[in-house]
Nanobody, 122 residues
């Protein structure tokens, strides 16, 4: 079973930036789509961004478009989420996972990790 480990979260003021990382216990990303999701307290997990690992094509939720950038490093087998101009409403636990394709988010290929907490103060 592949383990996904998210890191890079923390406390930041509104307008600040953070970069999240997602590492897998073994190489598994190359044929699939990788995505970032987030879950705020009392809310359901929601889609943030995704990238086709081989082509580099990306897709974003409207709420983060223009502020967040998803990227991958093939050599390091690591997924990133660069978050700029953070807002208090971005406060959530952020998770990554692998999917068969864009939109196939109801069926993640691996168990969800523990996530990394991002807290944005106003």
């Amino acid at each position: 079973q592949v383990q996904l480990v998210e890191s890079g979260g923390g406390l930041v003021q509104a307008g600040g930036s953070l970069r999240l990382s997602c590492a897998a216990s073994r190489r598994t990303f190359s044929s699939y789509v990788m995505g970032w999701f987030r879950q705020a307290p009392g809310k359901e997990r929601e889609f943030v961004a995704a990238i086709n690992w081989s082509s580099g094509s990306t897709i974003y939720a409207d709420s983060v478009k223009g502020r967040f950038t998803i990227a991958r490093d093939n050599a390091k087998n690591t997924l990133y989420l660069q978050m700029n101009n953070l807002k208090p409403e971005d406060t959530a636990v952020y998770y990554c996972n692998t999917f068969m394709g864009f939109g196939s988010y109801r069926n993640p290929l691996h168990a969800w990790g523990q996530g990394t907490l991002v807290t944005v103060s106003s």
